[in-house]
């Protein structure tokens, strides 16, 4: 078994699901469940694709991190396609072009091939989206998203001018045994990151995020905010750790940047007034969070910090289109009192939301602890206190927003979830709580990870 | 505002991009790079996994790239993954298209504009030259410049002419939708026939023949002859697409 067919099985049946469209749901459904499943069977190596040897021809890489990155947003991945594939039936293909493209960008060792992935899964995002039903933020997504690819695409450019190779090891390679000063790649790494930070969220070149995610379905909310949020925040971090430099100038703009978005995006959550709105910028915030984990090298403590919050988005962003889709809108006056009647469901939101907050019992805590720790360790005191200062932030207009959705006395909001939903948000749940509690083996995982350095250069 | 504002940007941009190239040692001038030093220089003298000697065309044989245009050994054997990736990104590009115009029962648009008989007659005498043209690019891409993307344009140049000079034309588009999805799959099952044999995926397992001869390059010439046909297929169901709505 080799980690290609990863990339390749969900390619192959798309090719062919146009022929059978009315088996293309099932056929979705049972790809998106055998590539987690296949996840099991395959080995840790690096795989030369076509018989050449990279830096000639190109390589994926599945190391330790590449495959819990995998099993993150396969695992993602096919609880959205589960719930949601029946109603979405036309988006099939598209959906497993998406499986593929996610896939290929997670393993892949070139930074070309990089570009190639995130075209096809960003290109299978914008036609995902326009089921929301809002032609101009597609559009608006679509245009954002080409002017970040692009911007990617002239960084690696200039970088190929430079050193003559695309991939990922050997350029690390040859920027650190080059010689030269750091600033002659600070603009081409800059450019590459402000590309990575329109699909990452980073403000400000985010503005695309509010349209999509405001006016989500259930397909397209859990799936940019969970499993694409999920695959882009993966490959950010290992370009962050294993092959951007940044040093000087420009780790304060980077550093800026990130800062900027994770106060900024709590603030904004602080002031909406839907419960969308509150999601979305809360997880812009996150996603600046992991970021900078993983610019200050705690690589393993980000990757799961990242699961933690996108498992967790799904759960909210499940249940939070579902009732939406059922009430015409998500101000949180109509969704008041959601809860009362649907226990379960409640108690699943609650338990995600406590888990993004990072409270004691729940794998949020567990991580945001260890982080807190390691700063200390480094001496930084800085983004200490700008985490506990925008955790206070964060706890005011998650509890405010949960004591509205659990309590009300009369005229309570009617919405009917289906059994595949809850049980897919209680699962997630509990593993949240699990993992929470039982944290022996997240801390081993975040050792073993921060351990792996396959690539020289970079950040660490 | 917002158009100054974007102008601002733009020369920002400009002067980021000139001040952080300009005298930067590490950014070559145009034509003083030391290909040598790499990986292009593998490529031009084939000697990643094996060392052929001097690469001459007509006759070198068996070397580890087949192709004689460097260009097609890059980019459908060296590279063939992003190949696919490529062809990927047009397959989902025009399911999108169908996405948001398709609908169950299509006419052509009306538009107030109906051809004579000299047009449709000679469109047609035209359509085969135009299709016998870009079959012709994608065959021989292994060995001139072009291959399957610019020979599938011209097939689907071929049918864009048809729809053009005819305001009553439908292709099947059925026959089309089997041939986009019967050449992505050959695509990729040449691809596992490499990993089966081989030990790689995408691995050109064939003979790969005497440089500059037309049955040479092993897989290649196949892989280009199946991107010609996805290509010009796809992009016929999209101008198929553009030039219907719906009705009966």
């Given amino acids: 078994m080799s980690a290609i067919l990863l990339i390749v099985i969900p390619l192959l049946a798309a090719f062919l699901s146009i022929l059978v469209k009315k088996y293309s749901a099932n056929i979705l459904l049972v790809v998106s469940f055998a590539s987690v499943v296949l996840l099991n069977y395959i080995p840790l190596e690096v795989i030369t694709i076509g018989g050449f040897a990279a830096p000639y021809g190109i390589n994926l890489i599945l190391d330790q991190y590449s495959l819990i990155a995998l099993y993150a947003v396969n695992v993602l991945f096919f609880l959205v396609v589960a719930i949601n594939c029946a109603k979405f039936k036309k988006l099939s293909s598209i959906l497993l072009v998406a499986l593929a493209g996610l896939n290929g960008m997670i393993l892949t060792g070139d930074l070309f091939n990089l570009f190639v992935f995130m075209e096809v899964s960003g290109i299978a995002a914008y036609l995902m989206t326009t089921t929301n039903q809002k032609p101009l933020a597609t559009f608006n997504y679509l245009v954002q998203g080409t002017v970040g690819s692009s911007l990617y695409l002239l960084g690696l450019i200039l970088l190929y001018a430079m050193f003559g190779t695309l991939n990922m090891q050997d350029m690390a390679f040859q920027i650190s045994s080059s010689g030269y000063h750091i600033a002659v790649t600070a603009f081409p790494f800059l450019l590459m990151f402000i590309g990575f930070g329109v699909e990452a969220k980073l403000l400000p070149f985010n503005s695309w995020v509010q349209g999509i995610l405001g006016s989500s379905n259930r397909l397209t909310g859990p799936m940019i905010a969970s499993v694409y949020a999920a695959a882009i925040g993966f490959v950010l971090g290992r370009l962050l750790t294993e092959l951007f430099v940044f040093e000087g100038t420009l780790l304060l703009i980077v550093t800026a940047i990130l800062g900027f978005s994770i106060v900024a995006g709590e603030a904004m959550a602080f002031g909406a007034k839907k419960v969308r709105e509150i999601l979305l910028f809360s997880s812009i915030a996150q996603a600046a969070l992991v970021a900078l984990v993983f610019l200050s090298g705690f690589t393993g403590l980000a990757a799961l910090l990242l699961i933690a919050n996108t498992a967790g988005k799904l759960i909210l962003f499940l249940i939070t289109n579902t009732a939406t889709d059922q009430l015409g809108n998500d101000d949180i006056s109509t969704l008041q009192g959601l809860f009362v009647n649907n226990k379960v469901v409640g108690v699943s939101f609650t338990v995600a939301v406590l888990n993004v907050l990072g409270l004691p019992m729940f794998f949020g805590f567990v991580l945001k602890m260890n982080i807190l720790l390691e700063f200390f360790q480094t001496d930084h005191l800085l983004w200490p206190a700008v985490i506990l200062i925008v955790s206070v932030v964060e706890g005011i207009y998650f509890i405010r927003l949960l004591l509205k959705l659990w309590f009300k006395e009369s005229d309570l909001p009617q919405v009917e979830f289906e059994f595949t939903l809850k049980y897919v948000v209680v699962v997630v749940a509990a593993l949240l709580i699990l993992f929470g509690v039982y944290t022996a083996p997240v801390e081993q995982a975040a050792d073993d990870l921060t351990a792996i350095q396959y690539i020289e250069g970079g950040n660490l | ?248």
């Fill in chain 2, 1 to 248: 505002m917002k158009n100054f504002l974007a102008l601002a940007l733009s020369l920002f941009i400009g002067f980021l991009i000139i001040m952080s190239l300009r005298n930067n040692v590490a950014f070559p001038e145009y034509g003083t790079v030391n290909v040598a030093s790499r990986v292009s220089q593998a490529y031009l003298d084939r000697d990643v996994t094996e060392n052929p000697g001097t690469v001459i065309f007509g006759e070198s044989v068996n070397l580890e790239s087949g192709p004689a245009n460097t260009v097609t050994a890059i980019v459908a054997d060296y590279r063939s993954f992003d190949t696919l990736g490529e062809v990927t990104v047009l397959f989902v590009s025009s399911l999108g298209v169908a996405l948001l115009l398709g609908t169950k029962k299509q006419k052509r648009l009306e538009v107030d504009f109906h051809p004579n008989f000299m047009l449709r007659v000679g469109s047609r005498a035209l359509f085969g030259i135009i299709l016998m043209t870009g079959i012709y690019v994608a065959i021989h891409g292994h060995l001139t410049p072009g291959g399957g993307f610019p020979g599938g344009a011209m097939i689907a140049s071929s049918m864009l002419l048809l729809y053009l000079a005819n305001d009553s034309f439908r292709a099947k588009i059925k026959g089309f939708k089997i041939l986009e999805s019967a050449a992505g799959s050959a695509y990729i099952l040449i691809g596992l026939i490499g990993l089966l044999v081989g030990g790689y995926f995408l691995q050109n397992v064939l003979d790969n023949g005497t440089l500059g001869s037309l049955f040479s390059a092993g897989f290649i010439p196949i892989i280009y002859v199946l991107i010609g046909l996805k290509v010009g297929s796809e992009i016929s169901g999209v101008i198929d697409n553009f030039l219907t709505e719906e009705g009966v």
